[in-house]
């Protein structure tokens, strides 16, 4: 089958997104990943080793501020104009026609200049338009193409929209950001549409049989192709979108009213764990019943610590780290244990390996502490993230693996991140907070440590200090038996299985 895949960001560090589509291709589907381009992409198309096609499009904010430009641009020419108007038949219904031509032959030149400017540029748009319309209607491609290059020559609908922006933007350069700014959040929401509007024509370019939509907000979008293109569509469903931590009561309320819309259009319906999925049971009754696909990695029995990690964080190799990899966002108890690493024993040191908004507070916070325990060898140390088909080989040179995410919402309650099989397929302990999910794998497998509800720096600290080698070596044993059992070739099965019952009830 022809599988079109949708997820809003840029697919090539999503560990899910690209797990399924490569299980999908080794399975004989034709698989394309349509996605969004950003600073960590290097092109905008990419064919993986799978033979998987992912496409990047390049839709950016300041595309969408240009619009709310342009719209308060013809928003103040259309008042301008209305105010002519009125004032020219006020002069012909009173016979004074005659004073306010000559009231506008004295007007002061830079009026002139501006009225002169607005008419000319709203007849040039409006001819351009015409023209470009009439030649859309004609069978004829190389009038086409002559009536477009007319348009474009004829137009100064973009010479002179330059010119009034930049003679506004060079009474104060502070005013033109101030602009931008009062602007920006209008443009945000019109960046969604310009956002769909730009994967919807590169993934309608070609036919296909099933969209796999990833996340809520790829929802509508898939809704869309499946109505254009008649294909089946699948929903994967990554969190609880109304309990995310970022989000408010209006985003909350965005999500439900996004969900309620689309639930009827998804025809197959995939999750990530058991309490996620009674969730979208128990609130969505229209979705279909979930697949359960968990976030596992791959089975790699011969994994060992090849003393990459500790070269790049500049530490010793019997060096003991405490490691935390993903994003630094808001929400993951971060703050709390970039701060913890002052009460650290000498021979600890927590490696923060990743990306995100917070890198800047948290890279302050570590220099602090820096100055403060004034450590041989450093207490905390920054590294970026790592690419995905060689992440497990950067972890395996940890002591343990953290995820200290705080209990705010279900969606966190409930998480059950990669991380919680990527540390133990690199043989690391989990040391992690007592939410519902994590604690279920974490006690079945005995696979690591529970930090205290809440916990503070100092807590933290405590724990991580007390771990003994002889614990650590019985839980990294039992890592090499959970992920046995627990890894993608028992979730990627299921993927395959849905869409084997897809391919046939086409046919």
Not at 233 to 242: C, G, K, P, Q
Not at 372 to 389: D, G, Y
Request: proline share 4%; with cysteine.
């Amino acid at each position: 089958m022809r599988i079109k895949v949708i997820v809003l960001n840029s697919v090539l560090h999503d560990a899910r997104v690209l797990k399924e589509a490569d299980t999908l291709a080794a399975a004989g589907h034709q698989v394309d990943i349509y996605g969004l381009f950003d600073k960590r992409a290097n092109a905008t198309e990419h064919v993986l080793p799978s033979k998987v096609r992912v496409h990047l499009v390049r839709p950016v904010l300041e595309e969408a501020v240009e619009h709310v430009l342009c719209y308060l641009k013809w928003g103040a020419a259309a008042i301008f104009l209305i105010i002519l108007l009125l004032a020219g038949i006020w002069g012909l219904t009173s016979k004074r026609w005659l004073n306010v031509t000559l009231d506008l032959m004295v007007a002061p030149p830079w009026l002139t200049a501006l009225v002169a400017a607005m008419v000319a540029f709203i007849v040039a748009h409006l001819l351009s338009k015409l023209i470009t319309k009439i030649s859309k209607q004609t069978r004829y491609a190389t009038l086409h193409r002559l009536a477009r290059h007319a348009a474009r020559y004829i137009s100064l609908e973009q010479k002179l929209g330059r010119m009034i922006v930049r003679a506004v933007g060079k009474l104060s350069s502070k005013g033109q950001k101030l602009v931008r700014a009062a602007v920006r959040p209008v443009a945000r929401r019109i960046y969604g549409r310009i956002r769909t509007a730009h994967i919807l024509e590169r993934a309608s370019a070609e036919p296909g049989d099933v969209v796999h939509c990833h996340d809520l907000q790829a929802l509508p979008i898939g809704a869309a192709l499946k109505r254009k293109l008649g294909l089946r569509l699948v929903w994967d469903a990554h969190e609880i979108y109304e309990e995310v931590a970022q989000g408010g009561a209006k985003y909350a309320k965005i999500c439900r009213a996004t969900l309620k819309k689309y639930q009827k259009e998804v025809d197959r319906f995939i999750t990530i764990n058991e309490s996620i999925a009674d969730f979208y049971a128990k609130n969505y009754p229209k979705l279909p019943p979930a697949t359960i696909v968990k976030n596992a990695t791959y089975y790699n029995p011969g994994v060992r610590d090849d003393g990459r990690l500790h070269a790049a964080a500049g530490l010793p190799r019997m060096q003991k780290i405490a490691l935390y990899q993903g994003g630094f966002a808001e929400k993951r108890g971060l703050r709390a244990l970039v701060q913890s690493a002052a009460f650290l024993n000498p021979e600890w040191t927590l490696v923060m390996m990743g990306w995100g908004k917070l890198e800047d507070e948290l890279k302050a916070l570590a220099r602090q502490i820096g100055e403060r325990t004034n450590r041989s060898i450093p207490a905390v140390t920054f590294l970026p993230a790592a690419k995905q088909s060689e992440l497990v080989y950067w972890t395996a040179g940890a002591t343990v693996g953290l995820i200290p995410y705080e209990n705010v919402g279900l969606n966190h309650l409930y998480c059950t991140p990669n991380k919680l099989w990527e540390y133990p397929a690199a043989g690391v302990p989990i040391l992690c907070s007592p939410l519902v999910e994590m604690t279920k794998m974490v006690r079945q497998y005995g696979i690591g440590w529970f930090l205290p509800a809440n916990a503070e720096p100092e807590s933290i600290a405590k724990v991580i200090n007390e771990l003994s080698d002889e614990e650590i070596r019985i839980c990294r044993r039992n890592c090499q038996t959970y992920i046995a059992e627990e890894n993608w070739d028992r979730y990627g099965a299921r993927v395959k299985a849905l869409y084997d019952e897809l391919q046939q009830k086409r046919i």
